[in-house]
């Protein structure tokens, strides 16, 4: 069964993509967490980061390339953002199709808190 975000990738869902080519789409979250919230995902379905292959290395740098351009484009990077990958239950994955959280738009604050 198709992954929320493998319907949005594929046009079956609607979201309000930010980017697109043939290897990622960008969308924003429907649920920011800051004033820019945006996911980058890869077009093929890789559900973890645990199922990164090593041939899709080209693929995951460009996942970041497509970040740091977003970033400029949305005129965060100046200030800072921060890029997130959350891998598997702990890591608090939801949507099991690899993703990065691209946020910005204010102090974002500590990573983590105890």
């Known amino acids: 069964m198709p992954t929320l975000f493998e ?13 697109r080519d ?4 960008a969308f924003r979250d429907i649920h920011p967490r800051a004033p820019v919230h945006i996911l980058i995902v890869p077009n093929k379905p890789i559900p ?3 199922d990164i292959a090593d041939g899709d290395e080209a693929l995951i740098g ?11 484009r949305e005129g965060i990077a100046a200030d ?4 997130i990958v959350n ?3 702990h890591g608090g994955q939801e949507v099991y199709h690899l993703h990065v959280h691209l946020l910005g738009g204010r102090p974002l604050g500590p990573m983590v808190s105890t």
């Open 22 to 25: 043939e290897r990622v789409t």
């Open 62 to 72: 460009h996942l970041y390339t497509v970040a740091r351009d977003l970033a400029q």
């Open 80 to 83: 800072g953002y921060r890029l």
């Open 87 to 89: 891998c598997n239950a």
């Open 7 to 19: 319907r949005i990738v594929s046009g079956e869902l609607p979201a309000d993509v930010v980017y």
């Open 48 to 50: 973890t980061a645990n």
